[in-house]
């Protein structure tokens, strides 16, 4: 059974995911990265990506990502289309991992960047990565080198942060530095250690 022991890792553009990510997995959690997947559904459909919206979004085999992400969040129709084509291949692959995670029955992450959005996945636990909108669109900014309409874009895309924070079944804050972060981080590993016995190995 798919996600019985899943906890699903999830926020917004520039909140720091994919640092807390890392951080939980030196501190021993599992994580399922629904990102790395979805890049490499992505690669793998490629053709379809050149027939649809150009060939001029390829390299080779290999799907030009930024060139393509500056089409979709200007074009909702393009943005609708790839994702009615894309999400039931990448949740097909994350139930597949999950199904494995859960053999272990012990808690594990699975990385949903819109896991609120969707409401793709029968996930009960969450932990959202936290950060106020104004941190949020400067470190976009700063990151990525779009202007401040082009970020506010991209960050309007997805739900409130402050939303995801009332529904997070727990939260990291990101809000000042790493070493801060780090401490959230191990807070939240120990909390999961103290919920559930040690895993069976």
Not at 33 to 39: F, G, L, P, V
Not at 48 to 77: A, Q, T
């Amino acid at each position: 059974m798919a996600y019985e022991y899943a906890i699903a890792l999830t926020g917004g553009i520039a909140t720091g995911k994919s640092t807390v990510a890392s951080l939980l997995g030196l501190n021993g959690l599992r994580i399922i990265d629904a990102d790395t997947i979805s890049h490499r559904i992505l690669d793998e459909n490629s053709a379809w990506i050149g027939e649809y919206f150009g060939k001029e979004f390829l390299h080779g085999s290999k799907v030009k990502r930024p060139e393509l992400g500056k089409k979709i969040f200007s074009d909702s129709e393009a943005k609708r289309e790839l994702e009615a084509f894309l999400h039931p291949k990448i949740r097909i692959a994350i139930e597949e991992q999950s199904e494995k995670q859960d053999r272990l029955k012990y808690p594990y992450l699975i990385d949903i960047p819109l896991f609120f959005e969707t409401g793709s996945y029968p996930i009960k636990h969450s932990v959202v990565v936290y950060t106020p909108k104004t941190i949020q669109l400067e470190r976009f900014m700063k990151r990525n080198g779009f202007s401040e309409e082009e970020s506010l874009r991209r960050i309007e895309s997805q739900m409130d942060i402050e939303e995801k924070k009332k529904r997070a079944t727990w939260v990291i804050d990101n809000s000042s530095n790493l070493k801060h972060l780090q401490k959230e981080c191990e807070h939240f590993v120990e909390t999961i250690k103290a919920l559930y016995p040690a895993p069976k190995v």
